[in-house]
């Protein structure tokens, strides 16, 4: 199977000529999912939401088309699909012509879903969902709701993932709260190149010490991963040490190449978030 350091990333790339399904880079989601102890049947559900800005091909007669992209690929596949193949794929698009933007759609749900299911005995489905220029007004800049950890002044002395500073009050009675932070900062796993986010924490349980959340947040700030892998380390980090009746963990990373990736996962079935961009995005 396909490692990180086989693709693209931190290559030189030549500009694709024509439309290539072959540029997509899937890579097994199972290597890192063991190392913070998910195994076969991950304990969360969710999906990694993309959004693609920069989507372009021909029409019939020549002339250029545009659109953004919302892009769902569920979190039950077994690869992600790297970053930076995906940006070529797409920019594949550019000098071919297509009959029409669900033509387009269609060979995108058809491309990823195959990449994201590739080496599988099972076959899934990417959700494509494609935005033409008389809707983008309609693009809404939403912050991520919830209490702001950024409030507390805290002092910060560990950067690689310190899951130890996690708490929780198992002693008092149960809460529901919603927590939200600038703060989160990971690097690319190949690159070394930083990645920014913002992400949001909905849990019910014993009562989390919000001090200690931060710092553990801010602890990722040189951890070499991918913004999957970060989020589902923070997810089993949490679930395991503050163990909360339900837990959802949604980021939304600032974009790279003409592309933002916004994993979520969840300890129960429930309807994804909306894919709406923070400022930063």
Known sequence: MNTPEQSPLGKDSATPEHYDPALLFPIARAAKRAEIGVGAQPRFFGADLWTAFELSWLNARGKP?????????????????????????????????????????????????????????????????LLLPELFEREAVQELDGLSLDRLDIECTRYTPAPDLLRAAHDEAPVSEVLTSNLLKSNCLVTGQPDWGSIRIAYSGAQMDQESLLQYLVS??????????????????????????????????????GLDINPWRTSHPMAPPPNVRTARQ
């Open 65 to 129: 088309q545009v659109a953004l992209a919302h892009l769902t690929v569920p979190c039950e596949s077994p690869n992600i699909i790297e970053s930076k193949s995906l940006k070529l794929y797409l920019g594949s698009f550019a000098n071919t012509p297509f009959a029409s933007p669900q033509d387009v759609a269609a060979h995108i749900r058809s491309d990823l879903s195959e990449a994201a299911w590739a080496g599988s005995e099972r076959n899934g489905s990417v959700g494509v969902r």
């Open 220 to 257: 990722f700030r040189n951890h070499n991963e991918f913004h999957e892998q970060c989020v589902e380390r923070i997810f089993m980090d949490l679930w395991t040490h503050c163990q909360p009746v339900k837990l959802e963990v949604y980021a939304r990373y600032t974009r790279r190449g």
